[in-house]
């Protein structure tokens, strides 16, 4: 026996029986992003490998130990994007999309981590990431924050996630924070957990992130980030936390949420649920107004936010219909293909939005039935002997009582109009 090949651990297969759901989430998205007039973008999956030093952070888990780098043919350092929002700033400078303007982006496609894969966390994982550029008004991150609520809203998610928002302040700000933060964490050294010991030099902020109660238990009399925040940057919060309140939009003040990349100021903010398990961030975002300066752009303020789809799928509970086909034509034997695709495709021509499956084997009229309502049809075509001789097609109803009918080829789409017609 030959060798069979096995998909790379934490990158799945997206199955056809899957692929119907991934539809209904994208066509939703795609629906909301319209009607916020973000417009779409596709950038490559594989980039510099110093774009996602530079934005994302040297010192971050991402760079520092889940990024597939390689070296191309040409000595070039490359890598798969492990985040969309650093190709999506590298494609919008090069190509003059910032050039004094307001930019509603939003993409999706496949990220690429090298993380302990688990329910929710994957290899290969894909997002739908929105980015609005050129806007450092608060009504900025709400526009961003009430576009996530309106698509949950659509999915009927929101009752089961929470949305979580921080302000992080300005580099200055969160400068004198680290600070305070290294100085209040340095004598408790031995007592955290051996993460954060390692962090307390590299990126201390991740502490506030750690997961280990003891560490969050003497994280309690911390300062708080809100103690470093000026007077702008706290207006500027302010600002954000009203919009959503009068747009009724619930939310909880989370002061240790931080998120583990280098780009973020003032506002950050995660959906969250406990439906999930661990993992249960299924969306995250904030401000980053100082990253298209820091790639090579003019300064501009920008905000956005990234949905993982894999986790949105796993929290959709009213999955859409998964019928496989409405009409099932079955031949029964060789002879009755060549009426059987003539009725199939007069019923394609005459009803666009039907699903029209041909039976492409001639097997027993038992089988192909039981096929039938496995597919979830409404209608099944009988071509035999009989209806080939007489050209003419058998309807069997499969979803009600109506008598089995009979009719030719050229009545086939009237016959078939009706019944789906009265389902409408
Ligand atoms: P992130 O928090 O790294 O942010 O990822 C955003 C979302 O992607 C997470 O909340 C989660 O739902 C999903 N995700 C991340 N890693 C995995 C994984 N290994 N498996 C499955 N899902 C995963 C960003 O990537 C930022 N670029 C978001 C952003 C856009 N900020 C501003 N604009």
Same mark, same amino acid.
């Given at each position: 026996?030959?060798?069979?090949?096995?998909?790379?651990?934490?990158?799945?297969?997206?199955?056809?029986?899957?692929?119907?759901?991934?539809?209904?989430?994208?066509?939703?998205?795609?629906?909301?992003?319209?009607?916020?007039?973000?417009?779409?973008?596709?950038?490559?999956?594989?980039?510099?490998?110093?774009?996602?030093?530079?934005?994302?952070?040297?010192?971050?888990?991402?760079?520092?130990?889940?990024?597939?780098?390689?070296?191309?043919?040409?000595?070039?350092?490359?890598?798969?994007?492990?985040?969309?929002?650093?190709?999506?700033?590298?494609?919008?400078?090069?190509?003059?999309?910032?050039?004094?303007?307001?930019?509603?982006?939003?993409?999706?496609?496949?990220?690429?981590?090298?993380?302990?894969?688990?329910?929710?966390?994957?290899?290969?994982?894909?997002?739908?990431?929105?980015?609005?550029?050129?806007?450092?008004?608060?009504?900025?991150?709400?526009?961003?924050?009430?576009?996530?609520?309106?698509?949950?809203?659509?999915?009927?998610?929101?009752?089961?996630?929470?949305?979580?928002?921080?302000?992080?302040?300005?580099?200055?700000?969160?400068?004198?924070?680290?600070?305070?933060?290294?100085?209040?964490?340095?004598?408790?050294?031995?007592?955290?957990?051996?993460?954060?010991?390692?962090?307390?030099?590299?990126?201390?902020?991740?502490?506030?992130?750690?997961?280990?109660?003891?560490?969050?238990?003497?994280?309690?009399?911390?300062?708080?980030?809100?103690?470093?925040?000026?007077?702008?940057?706290?207006?500027?919060?302010?600002?954000?936390?009203?919009?959503?309140?009068?747009?009724?939009?619930?939310?909880?003040?989370?002061?240790?949420?931080?998120?583990?990349?280098?780009?973020?100021?003032?506002?950050?903010?995660?959906?969250?649920?406990?439906?999930?398990?661990?993992?249960?961030?299924?969306?995250?975002?904030?401000?980053?107004?100082?990253?298209? !300066? @820091?790639?090579?752009?003019?300064?501009?303020?920008?905000?956005?936010?990234? #949905?993982?789809? *894999?986790?949105?799928?796993? $929290? =959709?509970?009213?999955?859409?219909?998964?019928?496989?086909?409405?009409?099932?034509?079955?031949?029964?034997?060789?002879?009755?293909?060549?009426?059987?695709?003539?009725?199939?495709?007069?019923?394609?021509?005459?009803?666009?939005?039907?699903?029209?499956?041909?039976?492409?084997?001639?097997?027993?009229?038992?089988?192909?039935?039981?096929?039938?309502?496995?597919?979830?049809?409404?209608?099944?075509?009988?071509?035999?002997?009989?209806?080939?001789?007489?050209?003419?097609?058998?309807?069997?109803?499969?979803?009600? !009582? @109506?008598?089995?009918?009979?009719?030719?080829?050229?009545?086939?789409?009237? #016959?078939?109009? *009706?019944?789906?017609?009265? $389902? =409408?």
């Amino acid at each position: 026996m030959k060798k069979q090949f096995q998909a790379i651990r934490g990158m799945n297969d997206i199955l056809p029986n899957e692929t119907i759901h991934w539809q209904h989430l994208e066509n939703t998205i795609q629906n909301i992003a319209h009607q916020y007039t973000f417009q779409e973008i596709r950038f490559p999956i594989v980039e510099h490998y110093e774009l996602f030093q530079r934005s994302v952070g040297n010192v971050t888990d991402i760079v520092e130990k889940e990024m597939y780098v390689f070296e191309d043919r040409n000595g070039d350092m490359l890598c798969l994007r492990p985040e969309g929002t650093a190709g999506c700033v590298r494609a919008a400078i090069e190509n003059g999309l910032l050039y004094n303007q307001i930019q509603r982006l939003w993409y999706q496609g496949p990220l690429f981590r090298h993380e302990r894969p688990q329910k929710g966390r994957y290899r290969q994982f894909h997002q739908t990431g929105f980015e609005l550029f050129g806007s450092a008004q608060p009504a900025a991150d709400a526009e961003i924050i009430l576009l996530c609520a309106r698509l949950l809203r659509a999915l009927n998610l929101i009752d089961h996630v929470t949305l979580e928002i921080n302000s992080i302040g300005t580099a200055e700000e969160r400068a004198k924070y680290r600070e305070a933060l290294v100085a209040y964490l340095t004598p408790l050294h031995d007592q955290l957990d051996a993460d954060s010991q390692r962090r307390l030099s590299t990126n201390p902020l991740r502490i506030l992130d750690s997961k280990n109660p003891d560490t969050q238990a003497l994280l309690k009399n911390a300062p708080t980030f809100n103690d470093f925040l000026e007077e702008a940057s706290i207006k500027h919060f302010e600002t954000v936390k009203s919009l959503l309140s009068k747009a009724n939009l619930s939310f909880t003040i989370n002061p240790n949420l931080v998120r583990g990349l280098d780009y973020y100021c003032h506002t950050v903010f995660e959906w969250t649920t406990t439906q999930l398990g661990a993992q249960g961030t299924v969306c995250a975002g904030g401000r980053y107004d100082g990253l298209v !300066e @820091q790639l090579g752009g003019k300064p501009t303020p920008a905000i956005g936010c990234a #949905f993982g789809m *894999e986790r949105l799928l796993e $929290l =959709l509970e009213n999955k859409p219909d998964t019928a496989h086909s409405d009409v099932y034509i079955a031949a029964m034997d060789e002879n009755a293909f060549m009426l059987a695709t003539q009725a199939a495709e007069s019923i394609r021509s005459a009803h666009p939005n039907l699903k029209v499956y041909v039976h492409m084997d001639a097997s027993g009229i038992k089988s192909q039935l039981k096929r039938a309502n496995q597919h979830g049809a409404h209608i099944a075509l009988l071509i035999g002997e009989q209806e080939c001789a007489e050209e003419k097609v058998t309807l069997k109803y499969l979803q009600n !009582e @109506q008598a089995q009918a009979q009719c030719a080829l050229n009545q086939l789409s009237g #016959f078939i109009g *009706e019944y789906f017609e009265k $389902l =409408l």
